[in-house]
């Protein structure tokens, strides 16, 4: 019997707020991998239509304008991130927080659409059903990072597993073959587009960082509503690209970080400014 060779195809779309690119291989004609890719990217596209703070007409931003007023009903996808969102809170003790986008909005991070001047909820006055979702008090929630995380697995998850499929969503990664591969992580060097490559340690990968922000850091502290000052990256390997996306922030403001990485059976490392790459560990308060 013939063995058919191996066919390889990489296509890029802009989805989810992001470059999302699309790389497959497999023993297949090259338009069924094109079909492929299509059907990955309707998915990616279904994610982002529900939860992107962008559109006024996403499920999300009607969540946004009425949730402080009546129950409002949630589509399953929107549970699923919005349950990981408050786990995530709930183990870093708010210093992960969703409803940071009011103070975004005001920093000018986020389109202004929603009026947030009477905006003092957090994550823990949300009220969260299988069918629903309710404020308790006036706030604003943010699912940019973690969604697009989210999308990543349910577009991997359509993929057969006799392809070979990578996708990168603007630096959210996750690969159904991810044994003996490796990835390249960008580093924050001011002016300078370098990579650093390095092994896979599970199937997903996600980097946090300010490199394309000119300003302040738009990674914001939940407390002080201020920009934190950092200009080194976080990469974090995790089962999943939900969870390796929501960990780069905790990583970033949690002082628990270490314990809930060991939790979620995760690891990361920091890149600083002078091309160094370091695995994290906490720091060690003094006795």
């Not at 927080?97 to 005001?106: K, L, N, P, Q, Y």
């Not at 604003?140 to 990578?166: E, H, N």
């Not at 390249?184 to 199937?203: K, N, V």
Request: glycine residues 4%.
């Amino acid at each position: 019997m013939k063995i058919a060779p191996s066919k390889s195809i990489q296509r890029c779309k802009p989805i989810l707020g992001t470059y999302v690119e699309v790389s497959l291989t497999g023993r297949v004609p090259e338009s069924e991998l094109i079909q492929i890719s299509e059907d990955l990217f309707k998915e990616l596209e279904r994610i982002h239509n529900l939860m992107s703070f962008h559109d006024e007409g996403s499920e999300l931003s009607l969540i946004n304008q009425n949730a402080h007023q009546e129950k409002v009903l949630i589509s399953a996808d929107t549970y699923a991130v919005l349950n990981q969102a408050i786990e995530m809170s709930k183990l870093s003790d708010g210093f992960y927080d969703v409803t940071i986008a009011s103070a975004m909005i005001d920093a000018e991070l986020l389109p202004n659409h929603i009026d947030t001047k009477f905006h003092t909820g957090n994550w823990s006055d949300i009220e969260l059903t299988q069918s629903h979702i309710y404020f308790k008090k006036p706030l604003a929630v943010d699912l940019g990072g973690i969604a697009k995380g989210y999308a990543v697995d349910c577009a991997l998850a359509l993929c057969p597993r006799s392809i070979d499929a990578t996708i990168n969503a603007g630096g959210d990664i996750r690969m159904n073959q991810w044994l003996q591969k490796s990835v390249t992580i960008r580093m924050p060097l001011d002016g300078f587009m370098i990579g650093l490559e390095i092994p896979m340690e599970a199937s997903s990968v996600a980097t946090s960082g300010s490199y394309f922000h000119t300003s302040a850091n738009p990674i914001l502290s939940p407390y002080s509503k201020e920009s934190i000052p950092e200009e080194n990256s976080v990469t974090v390997f995790a089962p999943n690209c939900m969870i390796a996306d929501a960990l780069t922030k905790v990583v970033f403001l949690a002082p628990l970080a270490r314990e809930i990485l060991d939790h979620l059976k995760a690891k990361a490392y920091i890149s600083n400014d002078e091309g160094e790459l370091m695995e994290f560990q906490p720091v060690k308060k003094n006795d």
